[in-house]
């Protein structure tokens, strides 16, 4: 930082997935407007790791961060020589560009490690770490080591608040991005011309199919929701199947699992991600890869079923590893099974079939389910918060508290020089 008010503000930030690609992006479409409204002549100046959104919000990209999806030990191993290649270079652009702020989106394996580098290389930099590490699941090393290296942590699950407290870190809930974006969808979401728009029925079942954003959860998600919507469309014709392809898996490989397993043309239409949110508000039923969606589908309160499969030579280590036996975000905020998780070897076809059946014949059980998300879980949530405003907020005001502060220590030193002279001129005097 500069002794006098620098007209740029120098921010890094390394989002490592498409979850955090997006978060990342909103919180600098934020601060940018609040620094045009303001008129605070403050240049913002942001580059670091990042995908499609943050592109397009004015991210330098230095690494491209699409496909960096890593889930599992197998991942962890195979691309290992890469990322301690990616993290030595991001490491020696923190040293030379020296940035005044860091801000870090969930992803810990690499960014707690870049948090330890800047406090050691950087030490001025103020860091800002969002998404908090999921200590309470695994890793519980980590609840020590952050309050060492983060100034500000903002977790987006309400009782991670107190956890990261108690460990002596600065942090707050300040909500979560999932439940405000779907809360001002919702005021404006109208079914019939979301299903005359998607070209869909609004008088038959929809079911929306979410196989992951990560190439090994597509390996893995994606032939079982194929051959169970296949078999279901067998006995339940009526029902539409619309499968949503993240932004970080390429339309070319979903169309070459819907050949491999000989879908047929009409049977599943496919959408981008564009429309995430107002495609859960539509649905009946979520066929869902666990993760960050699971979250956004009980925000919408529909009913959902999850699922994951891993490598059966790796899923040990996982039970190993885990420290809670709920694998959902949702049953793991209203601490209860309030939709069915179908691990490994009960992740078939039959199965998601089977709850799927009985659901669609019990609509009463599904308006059940419909409460229980909206009491247990999206009311926890405060849907109410903006987080990307609260931080856009938060940065700027670090920024300014620095760069003042860096004034006031460079008048303080002044000022002791004036006072040491005067000091000295009136013992000659003497």
Known sequence: MSTSLSPELNLFICAGESSGDSHAAEIILALKELLTTQNSGINLKAWG??????????????????????????????????????????????????????????????????????????????????????????????????PNLVDRLFPI???????????????????????????????????????????????????????????????????????????????????????????????????????????????IKVSDSQYNHYILKGLDIAWLTSGTVTLEAACTETPLILGYRENPLFWPFYLLVRKIDKIGLPNIIANESICPELLQKDCTPENWIDLTQKWLAEPELLEDIKKNLRDKVKAKLKPELDPTLYIAQEIQTIYQIGEASLINASHIKEQAKINSAKTKSEIIRK
């Open 157 to 267: 699950l309400p009782f991670e608040e107190d956890l990261h407290k108690k460990a002596g870190t600065s942090a707050k809930y300040v909500g979560n991005p999932s439940a405000w974006i779907i809360g001002q969808v919702e005021k404006i979401f109208d079914k019939q011309k979301f299903f005359d728009f998607m070209g869909f029925d609004i008088n038959k079942p929809l079911i929306g199919i979410f196989p992951g954003s990560r190439n090994r959860e597509i390996e893995y998600m994606l032939p079982v929701f194929l051959e169970a919507a296949k078999e279901l469309n067998k006995t339940n014709p009526e029902i539409q199947f619309l499968l949503v392809r993240a932004n970080s898996i390429k339309a070319e490989k979903i169309e070459q699992y819907l050949q491999k397993h000989n879908i047929k043309e009409n049977l």
């Open 49 to 146: 790791m990042g995908g499609t959104k943050l592109k397009e919000a004015g991210l330098e990209i230095i690494q491209d961060s699409t496909n960096l999806g890593i889930i599992g030990i197998a991942d962890i191993i195979k691309n290992l020589g890469f990322f301690i290649k990616l993290e030595q270079r991001l490491i020696q652009e923190l040293i030379a560009r020296k940035p005044q702020i860091a801000l870090f989106i969930d992803y810990p394996g690499l960014n707690l490690r870049l948090a330890k580098a800047i406090r050691k290389h950087v030490p001025s930099c103020k860091i800002i770490y969002y998404v908090a590490p999921q200590v309470w699941a695994w890793n519980e090393g980590r609840l020590k080591q952050i």
